[in-house]
């Protein structure tokens, strides 16, 4: 396959020839930020002879590790969803996301493939570009969008992206009910790094709105015995596995419902810890997760682990015991002052519960 030697980087037009001292030269400069230079060595990589990216696993699939990502199957990708949303030549691309993940570089994939314009800002900018300027798709985190939206002027910057993906991390209940009042086009996403990002999208705002994600064209899906969903790509010979519980409405819509590897055993009852964490967010203004401990009787009792200094909570419990089931409720309420995460910002549940038995 003959890919494009060029880019067009903030409406300059750049050669793959350009690119590799570009790439040295931004690298050896101590004052260019680190997001400009996770931008050049993706470049450098991308027009390199290799016909593979080095990525790292999101860990969907099971444990993180680094894998080689073709470089066709992160073309098809990019044509799927340009093809998807109507993007056509010369359109201007947001690009507001590291580089280092698969997000920031399909956004960079998307605009070689496609010869759009690739904009590039600071990912923890305050967006001030927006208000002066439209963008005919970009993606942002949940967090960049919250952030957005606490400014004055946040709303209408957003609306000036006319297609806006948002992902890698959860979106909360109170941040969707925002984004749905927006008059834009924004979608949630599902995908990882083996599919070269997503291979779904949930509406967020406007009239099709909805809890379900739906295959973008020529994909589908399905579950395995555990119910995990299994992802079918034609360019695959065998179905991606993951390890994300989910709920089929056909082969090509589903709802997310977390991870088999968080679930928690209790008394012989299997409890999501997503779907109960759902029903609280509401309440805690902190970041909290549900997780469990050993119990005699029930094998592992549910708990609810708040990040930050202990406050008193006989109000909390009252309120937990009126929103959650008998038995969904929490057996202890924990504090943490931090939370282990990943370097995107996921919080490591395994590592929670260790630091609650130490």
């Not at 003959?2 to 790439?23: E, F, G, R, W």
């Not at 080095?54 to 799927?80: F, H, V």
């Not at 919250?146 to 400014?151: A, D, G, P, S």
């Amino acid at each position: 396959m003959t890919l494009p030697s060029s880019i067009i980087l903030n409406s300059k037009q750049i050669s793959s020839v350009d690119i590799q001292a570009l790439a040295i030269e931004k690298n050896a400069n101590p004052i260019v930020p680190v997001w400009e230079k996770e931008l050049f060595q993706f470049l450098n990589e991308w027009f390199s002879e290799q016909d593979f990216i080095p990525a790292q696993t999101s860990g969907s699939t099971g444990e993180p590790k680094p894998i080689k990502l073709p470089k066709t199957t992160m073309i098809k990708s990019a044509e799927r969803t340009i093809e998807y949303f109507g993007l056509k030549k010369s359109d201007q691309l947001l690009l507001s996301l590291s580089c280092q993940y698969i997000a920031g570089k399909m956004m960079v994939v998307r605009a070689i493939v496609g010869q759009m314009n690739l904009i590039t800002v600071d990912p923890a900018s305050d967006f001030a570009r927006l208000e002066k300027e439209s963008f005919d798709f970009g993606a942002m985190v949940p967090n960049q969008v919250f952030k957005l939206l606490e400014q004055p002027s946040g709303k209408e910057k957003l609306q000036h992206i006319r297609n806006l993906l948002v992902g890698g991390s959860g979106i909360s209940s109170a941040l969707e009910a925002q984004i749905s009042q927006l008059s834009n086009r924004v979608v949630s996403t599902y995908g990882m790094t083996e599919t070269a990002s997503h291979i779904a999208i949930r509406e967020l705002s406007g009239d099709r709105k909805s809890e379900y994600y739906n295959c973008l064209p020529g994909l589908s899906v399905s579950t395995n015995e555990s119910g995990c969903l299994q992802i079918h790509l034609p360019e695959l010979n065998e179905p991606l596995q993951t390890n994300d519980l989910a709920e089929l409405e056909s082969n090509s819509c589903f709802k997310i419902l977390g991870r088999i590897d968080s679930v928690i055993i209790s008394g012989g009852i299997k409890y999501s810890p997503e779907i109960i964490e759902k029903k609280l967010e509401l309440l805690i203004d902190r970041r909290f997760v549900i997780s469990s401990l050993p119990d005699e009787k029930l094998g592992e009792k549910l708990v609810l682990v708040i990040e930050g200094n202990p406050f008193e909570t006989i109000r909390l419990a009252t309120k937990l015991a009126e929103l959650l089931t008998a038995y969904q409720q929490p057996k202890k309420i924990c504090f943490l002052e931090h939370f282990p995460e990943t370097n995107s910002g996921k919080i490591v549940r395994t590592e929670v519960k260790q630091l609650l038995l130490n």
